[in-house]
């Protein structure tokens, strides 16, 4: 079996003393790769619409045990496959795509994120009603989502 490079996977922002890694499946995922480098566990949010953390401990992912929340607004809920409840979405959402003989092009949105599903997804609720499936990573560019994600900073050695 090929083992994975977990460095590769992850999204790296580089600063002037350190390097911060996000994208982590799960909370023992980073505390290993902290280990491993001399890192420490920090949370960050993506507060901007934009691709920039900033340190925010304000959702106590460390201490809910927890590597992704996003909040979009009052009318919005966003469930991560770790949330209670996502399964239940995903699922009726995969039924609706086995009733589904002629797919609208709303349809084919929907069943066509089959994928997504599988893998570390986000569905976007708008008033209950699924709006969107999509990745953690895409979650950032929603308009007004706040993201927040446990991250590895690890300082950088000097050369």
Request: hydrophobic content about 30%; cysteine-free; overall charge negative.
């Amino acid at each position: 079996m090929e083992s994975e490079n977990i460095v590769e996977r992850l999204t790296k922002y580089g600063f002037d003393n350190s390097n911060l890694y996000t994208g982590f499946k799960s909370v023992g995922e980073a505390r290993k790769f902290a280990e491993e480098r001399n890192g420490r566990l920090v949370e960050v949010g993506f507060l901007d619409g934009n691709d920039n953390p900033v340190e925010d401990s304000s959702q106590n992912l460390i201490s809910e045990n927890k590597y992704y929340k996003a909040f979009a607004g009052p009318d919005y809920r966003i469930l991560h496959s770790a949330d209670e409840g996502f399964q239940d979405i995903a699922e009726k959402l995969k039924e609706r795509k086995n009733e589904i003989t002629e797919k609208s092009s709303d349809e084919k949105y929907f069943s066509d994120s089959d994928s997504l599903l599988e893998e570390d997804a986000v569905i976007v609720l708008f008033k209950d009603e699924v709006q969107e499936v999509t990745s953690r990573e895409r979650s950032k560019y929603l308009m007004h989502t706040k993201v927040y994600e446990l991250a590895v900073e690890v300082p950088k050695t000097p050369e």
